[in-house]
């Protein structure tokens, strides 16, 4: 936090635990950690070592052939633009194009992409009717944040592939330093009653174990921590669609059956209790 010693005026926790990752991932160490590390080092095009391409360099310079890593961040940047209904520049084409085109095919494959103009814009032209119909479905904000999310994935990978096996910090750290340093005086900690992963019942207790440390210190301080339990699995506060397209299901199809249809029923519920307990803090 930016102000260590301001006393923070309330929390809401959801779907909370502090898992190590080998808790939390099944498989982890026999599955996921091999296949990240030969993700980040191997070879993603099979016919260079045909073209006596493997080894050498790319067009740009890097190693070639680009490993997954490298290939995963590409397509990520191709859907961005796909998304949003626009053609790659030519700018990101011609980086990717000396990213993956060898130095040994340098004078036959081109580099430098430059899409003509009538041609540039007559794609755009037959690709907007889509977009529009995509964007009066509240489709883009969806896929938006679903590229968000793999974004997050060639990151993972390359620390996994460097060494990394554990959360930082470590969850003994978390729970040491909520014990001694935890300040919120009010504190909503919701559960959801199919979650595996959730520890709100342990967090519950150490957060009155962190209320007792702190009367140590401030005789006078008060902790109010509430723990509710609702319906729903650990991802169920993010299982909401886009404002946009849950008001349009909810006036053509109902309110509940827009809610069941989209799986957002736990999602709003929680939405509910936090504007509920909100409230009554006057927060």
């Known amino acids: ?52 391409a493997a080894g050498t360099t790319a067009v740009d ?23 949003q209904g626009n053609l790659p520049s030519d700018k990101l084409l011609s980086e990717i194009a000396k990213r993956t085109t060898p130095k040994t095919l340098a004078g036959i494959l081109p580099q430098d992409i430059e899409i003509p103009s009538i041609i540039r814009d007559t794609i755009q032209q037959a690709l907007d009717p889509l977009v529009q119909t995509k964007s009066n479905a509240g489709i883009i904000p969806i896929l938006d944040q679903s590229l968000d999310v793999l974004e997050q994935i060639p990151s993972l990978i390359v620390e996994v592939a460097g060494g990394a096996r554990d ?15 935890y300040r919120a005086r009010r504190t ?31 005789p006078m301080v008060d902790f109010d921590v509430e723990r509710i339990v609702l319906k729903g699995g650990h991802a169920t506060p993010c299982l909401a669609p886009p404002l946009d ?29 936090l504007v509920r307990w909100l409230e009554e803090g006057n927060l």
């Open 1 to 52: 936090t930016l102000f260590p010693d301001t006393p923070r005026a309330a929390n809401a926790l959801l779907s909370y635990n502090n898992k190590g990752v080998k808790d939390a991932i099944p498989f982890f160490d026999e599955v996921f950690a091999p296949l990240f590390t030969s993700l980040a080092s191997n070879q993603t095009i099979p016919f260079a070592d045909i073209i006596g």
């Open 61 to 83: 310079g890097s190693p070639y052939p680009p490993n997954s890593v490298e290939l995963i961040n590409i397509a990520i940047g191709l859907s961005r633009n796909a998304v």
């Open 167 to 181: 959360f930082n910090p470590p969850p003994a750290s978390v729970r040491s330093v909520a014990r001694r340093s």
């Open 188 to 218: 909503l900690v919701v559960q959801y009653d199919n979650d595996p992963l959730d520890e709100s019942e342990e967090l519950e207790t150490l957060l009155k174990e962190a209320e007792t440390v702190m009367r140590n210190k401030r």
């Open 245 to 273: 397209l849950a008001s349009k299901a909810e006036d053509i199809l109902g309110e509940d059956t827009a809610k069941s249809g989209l799986l957002y029923s736990g999602a709003d519920e929680t939405v509910d209790e």
